[in-house]
Protein backbone atom coordinates (compact mmCIF):
# COMPACT_ATOMS: atom_id res chain seq x y z
CA UNK A 1 0.00 0.00 0.00
CA UNK A 2 2.33 2.56 0.99
CA UNK A 3 4.71 1.22 -2.21
CA UNK A 4 1.64 2.46 -4.14
CA UNK A 5 1.57 5.76 -2.68
CA UNK A 6 5.12 6.42 -3.31
CA UNK A 7 4.95 5.47 -6.85
CA UNK A 8 1.65 7.68 -7.34
CA UNK A 9 3.80 10.92 -5.53
CA UNK A 10 6.47 10.33 -7.98
CA UNK A 11 4.38 9.99 -10.98
CA UNK A 12 2.65 13.24 -10.06
CA UNK A 13 6.05 15.11 -9.37
CA UNK A 14 7.22 14.18 -12.47
CA UNK A 15 4.32 15.10 -14.40
CA UNK A 16 4.58 18.75 -13.84
CA UNK A 17 8.41 18.88 -14.83
CA UNK A 18 7.30 16.76 -18.23
CA UNK A 19 4.17 19.26 -19.02
CA UNK A 20 7.06 22.28 -18.24
CA UNK A 21 9.47 19.97 -20.92
CA UNK A 22 6.96 20.19 -23.09
CA UNK A 23 5.94 23.88 -23.15
CA UNK A 24 9.25 24.31 -23.55
CA UNK A 25 10.22 22.45 -26.35
CA UNK A 26 6.78 23.85 -28.30
CA UNK A 27 8.13 27.62 -27.76
CA UNK A 28 10.97 26.69 -29.12
CA UNK A 29 9.52 24.98 -32.03
CA UNK A 30 7.23 28.28 -32.90
CA UNK A 31 10.43 30.82 -32.12
CA UNK A 32 12.06 28.76 -34.86
CA UNK A 33 9.14 28.53 -37.22
CA UNK A 34 8.27 32.11 -37.11
CA UNK A 35 11.26 34.12 -38.30
CA UNK A 36 12.25 36.86 -36.07
CA UNK A 37 11.59 40.56 -36.07
CA UNK A 38 13.52 43.37 -34.41
CA UNK A 39 10.72 44.95 -34.27
CA UNK A 40 8.94 42.67 -31.86
CA UNK A 41 11.78 43.41 -29.25
CA UNK A 42 10.76 46.54 -27.76
CA UNK A 43 13.27 46.63 -24.70
CA UNK A 44 11.41 48.74 -21.97
CA UNK A 45 13.25 50.30 -19.09
CA UNK A 46 12.50 49.51 -14.79
CA UNK A 47 9.82 52.19 -14.94
CA UNK A 48 7.63 50.40 -18.25
CA UNK A 49 9.07 53.77 -20.56
CA UNK A 50 10.59 52.35 -24.07
CA UNK A 51 13.69 52.87 -24.62
CA UNK A 52 14.80 56.22 -27.07
CA UNK A 53 17.40 54.16 -28.61
CA UNK A 54 15.50 51.09 -29.76
CA UNK A 55 12.54 53.81 -30.57
CA UNK A 56 14.48 54.86 -33.45
CA UNK A 57 15.07 51.32 -35.07
CA UNK A 58 11.60 50.81 -34.18
CA UNK A 59 9.84 53.17 -36.14
CA UNK A 60 12.10 52.62 -39.04
CA UNK A 61 11.03 48.61 -39.31
CA UNK A 62 7.75 49.23 -39.34
CA UNK A 63 8.10 52.08 -41.46
CA UNK A 64 9.39 49.40 -43.85
CA UNK A 65 6.66 46.80 -42.98
CA UNK A 66 3.77 49.51 -43.95
CA UNK A 67 2.67 50.25 -47.43
CA UNK A 68 3.78 52.78 -49.02
CA UNK A 69 0.62 54.69 -49.68
CA UNK A 70 0.88 55.42 -45.91
CA UNK A 71 2.92 58.31 -45.82
CA UNK A 72 4.99 57.83 -43.20
CA UNK A 73 7.21 61.00 -43.53
CA UNK A 74 3.96 62.77 -41.68
CA UNK A 75 3.66 59.98 -39.07
CA UNK A 76 5.52 59.67 -35.96
CA UNK A 77 4.65 56.18 -34.05
CA UNK A 78 4.99 56.67 -29.79
CA UNK A 79 5.20 54.49 -26.97
CA UNK A 80 3.22 55.32 -23.35
CA UNK A 81 3.96 53.47 -20.30
CA UNK A 82 1.79 50.92 -19.29
CA UNK A 83 0.54 52.43 -16.58
CA UNK A 84 -0.62 54.82 -19.21
CA UNK A 85 -4.21 54.87 -20.81
CA UNK A 86 -2.67 55.55 -24.63
CA UNK A 87 -1.14 52.73 -25.35
CA UNK A 88 0.20 52.55 -29.63
CA UNK A 89 -1.05 55.78 -30.67
CA UNK A 90 -0.03 57.32 -33.92
CA UNK A 91 0.40 60.55 -33.94
CA UNK A 92 -0.22 62.95 -36.91
CA UNK A 93 3.31 64.90 -37.39
CA UNK A 94 6.80 65.20 -39.13
CA UNK A 95 8.67 62.03 -38.47
CA UNK A 96 11.75 63.10 -36.52
CA UNK A 97 15.09 63.30 -38.80
CA UNK A 98 12.92 62.85 -42.09
CA UNK A 99 12.45 65.18 -44.81
CA UNK A 100 9.29 67.68 -44.71
CA UNK A 101 6.96 67.37 -47.77
CA UNK A 102 6.08 70.67 -49.30
CA UNK A 103 3.17 71.67 -49.28
CA UNK A 104 1.17 71.41 -52.83
CA UNK A 105 -0.91 74.76 -53.86
CA UNK A 106 -1.63 77.04 -56.46
CA UNK A 107 0.99 78.92 -57.60
CA UNK A 108 0.81 82.62 -57.01
CA UNK A 109 2.77 84.68 -59.47
CA UNK A 110 4.01 88.07 -58.05
CA UNK A 111 3.24 90.92 -59.60
CA UNK A 112 6.85 91.83 -60.89
CA UNK A 113 6.96 88.92 -62.96
CA UNK A 114 5.52 89.02 -66.44
CA UNK A 115 4.04 86.08 -68.19
CA UNK A 116 4.24 86.34 -71.76
CA UNK A 117 1.49 83.82 -72.56
CA UNK A 118 -0.87 86.26 -69.92
CA UNK A 119 0.12 89.51 -71.61
CA UNK A 120 -0.84 87.87 -75.38
CA UNK A 121 -4.15 86.57 -73.98
CA UNK A 122 -5.14 89.79 -72.80
CA UNK A 123 -4.13 91.66 -75.67
CA UNK A 124 -6.25 89.06 -77.63
CA UNK A 125 -9.12 89.24 -75.15
CA UNK A 126 -9.37 93.02 -75.51
CA UNK A 127 -9.19 92.24 -79.22
CA UNK A 128 -11.97 90.39 -79.45
CA UNK A 129 -14.25 92.54 -77.09
CA UNK A 130 -13.53 95.39 -79.06
CA UNK A 131 -14.33 93.36 -82.62
CA UNK A 132 -17.23 92.39 -81.21
CA UNK A 133 -18.13 96.10 -80.13
CA UNK A 134 -17.47 97.59 -83.57
CA UNK A 135 -19.25 94.42 -85.16
CA UNK A 136 -22.58 95.99 -83.11
CA UNK A 137 -22.30 99.36 -83.70
CA UNK A 138 -22.19 98.73 -87.73
CA UNK A 139 -24.63 96.53 -88.14
CA UNK A 140 -27.04 98.77 -85.59
CA UNK A 141 -26.19 101.80 -88.10
CA UNK A 142 -26.90 99.85 -91.04
CA UNK A 143 -30.46 98.89 -89.80
CA UNK A 144 -31.11 102.08 -88.49
CA UNK A 145 -30.96 101.11 -84.98
CA UNK A 146 -27.66 103.10 -84.07
CA UNK A 147 -26.25 106.54 -84.09
CA UNK A 148 -23.64 107.23 -85.98
CA UNK A 149 -21.01 110.61 -85.20
CA UNK A 150 -21.15 112.80 -88.13
CA UNK A 151 -19.00 115.39 -89.14
CA UNK A 152 -20.38 116.88 -92.45
CA UNK A 153 -18.12 119.49 -93.73
CA UNK A 154 -15.38 116.30 -93.62
CA UNK A 155 -17.43 113.51 -94.99
CA UNK A 156 -18.60 116.01 -97.97
CA UNK A 157 -14.87 116.28 -98.58
CA UNK A 158 -13.49 112.61 -98.58
CA UNK A 159 -17.16 112.23 -100.76
CA UNK A 160 -15.68 114.55 -103.17
CA UNK A 161 -12.16 112.95 -102.83
CA UNK A 162 -13.49 109.26 -103.58
CA UNK A 163 -15.30 110.70 -106.53
CA UNK A 164 -12.49 112.57 -108.17
CA UNK A 165 -9.95 109.01 -107.83
CA UNK A 166 -12.62 107.33 -109.97
CA UNK A 167 -12.50 109.99 -112.28
CA UNK A 168 -9.13 110.30 -112.49
CA UNK A 169 -8.47 106.41 -112.50
CA UNK A 170 -10.84 106.59 -116.11
CA UNK A 171 -8.35 109.62 -117.37
CA UNK A 172 -5.22 107.49 -116.55
CA UNK A 173 -6.61 104.55 -118.31
CA UNK A 174 -7.42 106.34 -121.43
CA UNK A 175 -4.25 107.74 -121.54
CA UNK A 176 -2.38 104.80 -121.13
CA UNK A 177 -4.86 103.62 -124.34
CA UNK A 178 -3.76 106.37 -125.92
CA UNK A 179 -0.32 105.98 -125.57
CA UNK A 180 -0.38 102.38 -126.44
CA UNK A 181 -2.27 102.99 -129.70
CA UNK A 182 0.38 106.23 -130.65
CA UNK A 183 3.44 103.76 -129.81
CA UNK A 184 1.68 101.01 -132.72
CA UNK A 185 1.24 103.99 -135.12
CA UNK A 186 4.58 105.58 -134.51
CA UNK A 187 5.84 101.55 -134.89
CA UNK A 188 3.90 101.61 -138.50
CA UNK A 189 4.87 104.18 -139.32
CA UNK A 190 8.93 103.79 -139.02
CA UNK A 191 7.83 100.54 -141.15
CA UNK A 192 6.40 102.51 -143.66
CA UNK A 193 9.02 104.86 -143.96
CA UNK A 194 11.56 102.10 -144.57
CA UNK A 195 9.63 100.56 -146.96
CA UNK A 196 9.31 103.54 -149.27
CA UNK A 197 12.69 104.42 -148.85
CA UNK A 198 13.99 101.03 -150.74
CA UNK A 199 11.21 101.08 -152.95
CA UNK A 200 12.47 104.33 -153.96
CA UNK A 201 16.11 103.26 -154.54
CA UNK A 202 14.63 99.97 -156.72
CA UNK A 203 12.28 102.11 -158.80
CA UNK A 204 13.90 104.53 -160.66
CA UNK A 205 10.80 106.04 -162.22
CA UNK A 206 9.18 106.40 -159.06
CA UNK A 207 12.64 107.68 -156.97
CA UNK A 208 11.30 110.89 -155.68
CA UNK A 209 7.37 109.70 -155.49
CA UNK A 210 8.34 107.36 -152.97
CA UNK A 211 11.27 109.19 -151.56
CA UNK A 212 8.93 112.14 -150.73
CA UNK A 213 6.57 109.69 -148.56
CA UNK A 214 9.53 107.85 -147.08
CA UNK A 215 10.73 111.56 -145.57
CA UNK A 216 6.99 112.37 -144.33
CA UNK A 217 6.34 108.97 -142.86
CA UNK A 218 9.94 109.20 -141.04
CA UNK A 219 9.23 112.83 -139.89
CA UNK A 220 5.33 111.68 -138.50
CA UNK A 221 6.81 108.83 -136.77
CA UNK A 222 10.07 110.90 -135.53
CA UNK A 223 7.23 113.50 -133.90
CA UNK A 224 5.02 110.92 -132.43
CA UNK A 225 8.13 110.03 -130.80
CA UNK A 226 7.95 113.20 -129.16
CA UNK A 227 4.35 113.40 -128.37
CA UNK A 228 4.60 109.98 -127.00
CA UNK A 229 7.26 111.01 -124.63
CA UNK A 230 4.87 113.78 -123.72
CA UNK A 231 1.93 111.50 -122.86
CA UNK A 232 3.83 108.68 -121.12
CA UNK A 233 5.39 111.83 -118.61
CA UNK A 234 1.31 112.79 -118.35
CA UNK A 235 0.75 108.99 -117.54
CA UNK A 236 3.13 108.98 -115.27
CA UNK A 237 2.63 112.13 -112.91
CA UNK A 238 -1.12 110.94 -112.81
CA UNK A 239 -0.45 107.66 -111.62
CA UNK A 240 1.40 109.16 -108.67
CA UNK A 241 -1.39 111.32 -107.87
CA UNK A 242 -3.83 108.64 -108.23
CA UNK A 243 -1.95 105.33 -106.82
CA UNK A 244 0.38 107.07 -103.99
CA UNK A 245 -0.79 110.42 -103.02
CA UNK A 246 -4.54 110.28 -103.25
CA UNK A 247 -4.54 106.27 -102.20
CA UNK A 248 -2.25 107.41 -99.24
CA UNK A 249 -5.11 110.21 -97.51
CA UNK A 250 -7.52 107.42 -98.06
CA UNK A 251 -5.50 105.14 -95.93
CA UNK A 252 -5.53 107.80 -93.36
CA UNK A 253 -9.31 107.94 -93.93
CA UNK A 254 -10.03 104.51 -93.58
CA UNK A 255 -8.23 104.64 -90.38
CA UNK A 256 -10.41 107.86 -89.34
CA UNK A 257 -13.44 105.77 -89.92
CA UNK A 258 -12.30 102.78 -87.88
CA UNK A 259 -11.33 104.77 -85.08
CA UNK A 260 -14.89 106.69 -85.73
CA UNK A 261 -16.67 103.49 -85.58
CA UNK A 262 -14.76 102.87 -82.43
CA UNK A 263 -15.43 105.78 -80.72
CA UNK A 264 -19.37 105.55 -81.01
CA UNK A 265 -19.26 101.91 -80.13
CA UNK A 266 -17.85 102.65 -76.99
CA UNK A 267 -20.15 105.83 -76.45
CA UNK A 268 -23.45 104.13 -76.90
CA UNK A 269 -22.15 101.24 -73.92
CA UNK A 270 -21.34 104.23 -71.84
CA UNK A 271 -24.80 105.98 -72.52
CA UNK A 272 -26.70 102.38 -71.97
CA UNK A 273 -24.89 102.31 -68.47
CA UNK A 274 -25.79 105.60 -67.38
CA UNK A 275 -29.43 105.15 -68.72
CA UNK A 276 -29.26 101.90 -65.90
CA UNK A 277 -29.49 101.87 -62.75
CA UNK A 278 -26.04 102.94 -60.82
CA UNK A 279 -25.52 100.70 -57.24
CA UNK A 280 -22.42 99.38 -56.15
CA UNK A 281 -21.66 96.77 -59.07
CA UNK A 282 -22.61 99.15 -61.51
CA UNK A 283 -20.25 101.85 -60.48
CA UNK A 284 -17.47 100.61 -61.42
CA UNK A 285 -18.56 99.46 -64.80
CA UNK A 286 -19.12 102.95 -65.32
CA UNK A 287 -16.21 104.38 -64.21
CA UNK A 288 -14.24 101.89 -66.82
CA UNK A 289 -16.66 102.61 -69.19
CA UNK A 290 -16.19 106.44 -68.97
CA UNK A 291 -12.15 105.72 -69.21
CA UNK A 292 -12.31 103.90 -72.45
CA UNK A 293 -14.83 106.08 -74.40
CA UNK A 294 -11.95 109.12 -73.05
CA UNK A 295 -9.03 107.24 -75.02
CA UNK A 296 -11.28 106.31 -78.10
CA UNK A 297 -12.94 110.22 -77.97
CA UNK A 298 -8.90 111.29 -78.42
CA UNK A 299 -8.01 109.01 -81.10
CA UNK A 300 -11.24 110.09 -82.65
CA UNK A 301 -10.23 113.81 -82.82
CA UNK A 302 -6.35 112.77 -83.72
CA UNK A 303 -7.32 110.91 -86.67
CA UNK A 304 -9.85 113.71 -87.38
CA UNK A 305 -7.56 116.12 -87.44
CA UNK A 306 -5.15 114.00 -89.41
CA UNK A 307 -7.30 113.77 -91.96
CA UNK A 308 -8.08 117.50 -92.45
CA UNK A 309 -4.78 118.07 -93.05
CA UNK A 310 -3.71 115.54 -95.71
CA UNK A 311 -6.84 116.59 -97.39
CA UNK A 312 -5.72 119.97 -97.32
CA UNK A 313 -2.18 119.34 -98.40
CA UNK A 314 -3.57 117.35 -100.98
CA UNK A 315 -5.81 119.62 -102.32
CA UNK A 316 -2.48 122.09 -103.13
CA UNK A 317 -0.56 119.39 -104.60
CA UNK A 318 -3.04 118.06 -106.78
CA UNK A 319 -4.22 121.30 -108.30
CA UNK A 320 -0.16 121.95 -108.91
CA UNK A 321 0.37 118.85 -110.40
CA UNK A 322 -2.57 118.79 -113.04
CA UNK A 323 -1.70 122.29 -113.74
CA UNK A 324 1.37 121.81 -115.37
CA UNK A 325 -0.05 118.61 -116.77
CA UNK A 326 -2.45 119.33 -118.60
CA UNK A 327 -0.49 122.40 -119.83
CA UNK A 328 1.70 119.90 -121.12
CA UNK A 329 -0.84 117.81 -122.49
CA UNK A 330 -2.05 120.40 -124.42
CA UNK A 331 0.37 121.90 -126.22
CA UNK A 332 1.91 118.34 -127.11
CA UNK A 333 -1.27 117.12 -129.02
CA UNK A 334 -1.73 120.43 -130.73
CA UNK A 335 1.86 121.12 -131.93
CA UNK A 336 2.02 117.75 -133.00
CA UNK A 337 -1.06 117.61 -135.05
CA UNK A 338 -0.04 121.11 -136.15
CA UNK A 339 2.63 120.00 -137.44
CA UNK A 340 4.61 122.59 -135.96
CA UNK A 341 7.59 120.23 -134.44
CA UNK A 342 9.47 123.09 -133.40
CA UNK A 343 6.64 124.02 -130.81
CA UNK A 344 6.50 120.17 -129.71
CA UNK A 345 10.36 119.94 -129.17
CA UNK A 346 9.87 123.11 -127.17
CA UNK A 347 7.24 122.27 -124.94
CA UNK A 348 9.08 119.13 -123.68
CA UNK A 349 12.09 120.95 -122.80
CA UNK A 350 9.58 123.39 -121.01
CA UNK A 351 8.79 120.22 -119.05
CA UNK A 352 12.49 118.64 -118.95
CA UNK A 353 11.15 115.73 -120.50
CA UNK A 354 13.97 113.62 -122.10
CA UNK A 355 13.27 111.43 -124.81
CA UNK A 356 14.80 107.61 -124.86
CA UNK A 357 16.43 107.30 -127.91
CA UNK A 358 15.05 104.89 -130.31
CA UNK A 359 17.03 101.75 -130.53
CA UNK A 360 19.20 102.87 -127.60
CA UNK A 361 20.43 100.72 -125.15
CA UNK A 362 18.77 99.89 -121.57
CA UNK A 363 20.86 100.83 -119.22
CA UNK A 364 22.71 98.47 -116.93
CA UNK A 365 21.78 97.26 -113.41
CA UNK A 366 24.87 98.78 -112.21
CA UNK A 367 23.81 102.32 -113.83
CA UNK A 368 19.94 102.55 -112.49
CA UNK A 369 21.55 102.07 -108.56
Not at 187 to 195: I, K, W
Not at 246 to 263: F, G, H, P
Not at 309 to 334: D, G, P
Request: with cysteine; glycine share 6%; charged share 25%.
Amino acid sequence: MSEHSSESTTLDESHPAAEEVQSDSEEGAMAQESPKNSAAEIPVTSNGQLEDSHEHSFNRDLKRSLPVGLGLSETKITSHGFDSTKEGVIEAGPFPGGRAQQKSGPVVLADEVKNPAMEKLELVRKWSLNTYKCTRQIISEKLGRGSRTVDLELEAQIDILRDNKKKYENILRLAQTLSTQLFQMVHTQRQLGDAFADLSLKSLELHEEFGYNADTQKLLAKNGETLLGAINFFIASVNTLVNKTIEDTLLTVKQYESARIEYDAYRTDLEELNLGPRDASTLPKIEQSQQLFQVHKEKYDKMRNDVSIKLKFLEENKVKVLHNQLVLFHNAIAAYFAGNQKQLEQTLKQFHIKLKTPGADAPSWLEEQ
